[in-house]
Antibody, heavy 119, light 107 residues
Framework: EVQLVESGGGLVKPGGSLRLSCAAS????????MNWVRQAPGKGLEWVSC????????YYADSVKGRFTTSRDNAKNSLFLQMNSLTVDDTAVYYC????????????WGQGTTVTVSS | DIQMTQSPSTLSAFVGDRVTITCRAS??????LAWYQQKPGKAPKLLIY???SLESGVPSRFSGSGSGTEFTLTISSLQPDDFATYYC?????????FGQGTKVEVK
């Protein structure tokens, strides 16, 4: 079964950094663009970032631009999100999600990893 | 940025009811719209893409329609497994944006 598994979440102080990882399995990772989506406690979904299949493009939400960096390692079937200058507003469950072919929606999601920013 | 507005925010319905959720975009997005279902503590699940195409494995009681700025998700006969929160999402341009969600609850 196609699978995405996030890791790296945890508790961090405001101003701190964290690096999330997403391990992909059972599909040809290097042919799909990938996304990060987050959900603050009790809130809706917020798209965070998208990276092309060969890292040929990377887009960010305005709320994280300049603080977060998305990257991928196709040799290791892995996606990453480097988060710097974290604030309490970044507290959320972070999901990685695969873009469906031709980027029509996100068809495979991980289980999510929780990031808590608190002093 | 394109704003997505869903209505209603909450919907109360009985099993067997026909349910319709509306999603409006702040500018035309052609047919580049997806619908997701999310249950508490779980990741979202893709239901519909390109406004009306049913994702593989999704029951046929789910359908989508619309183009431009107005879209609908319809559940033809609500089942117990369908009580959840539904989100629309545009992918016409970056940043991709979601609606605020519609919670479908038991009446």
């Amino acid at each position: 079964e196609v699978q995405l598994v996030e890791s790296g979440g945890g508790l961090v102080k405001p101003g701190g950094s964290l690096r999330l990882s997403c391990a992909a399995s059972r599909f040809t990772f290097n042919t799909y663009s990938m996304n990060w989506v987050r959900q603050a406690p009790g809130k809706g979904l917020e798209w965070v970032s998208c990276i092309g299949s060969s890292s040929n493009y990377i887009y960010y939400a305005d709320s994280v631009k300049g603080r977060f960096t998305t990257s991928r390692d196709n040799a290791k079937n892995s996606l990453f999100l480097q988060m710097n200058s974290l604030t309490v507003d970044d507290t959320a469950v972070y999901y990685c999600a695969r873009d469906r072919e031709n980027s029509h929606g996100m068809d495979v999601w991980g289980q999510g990893t929780t990031v808590t920013v608190s002093s | 940025d394109i704003q997505m507005t869903q209505s209603p925010s909450t919907l109360s319905a009985f099993v067997g009811d026909r349910v319709t959720i509306t999603c409006r975009a702040s500018q035309s997005i052609s047919r580049w719209l997806a619908w997701y279902q999310q249950k508490p503590g779980k990741a979202p699940k893709l239901l519909i893409y390109e406004a009306s195409s049913l994702e593989s494995g999704v029951p046929s009681r789910f359908s989508g329609s619309g183009s431009g700025t107005e879209f609908t998700l319809t559940i033809s006969s609500l089942q117990p497994d369908d009580f959840a929160t539904y989100y629309c999402q545009q992918y016409d341009s970056y940043p991709k944006t979601f609606g605020q969600g519609t919670k479908v609850e038991v009446k």
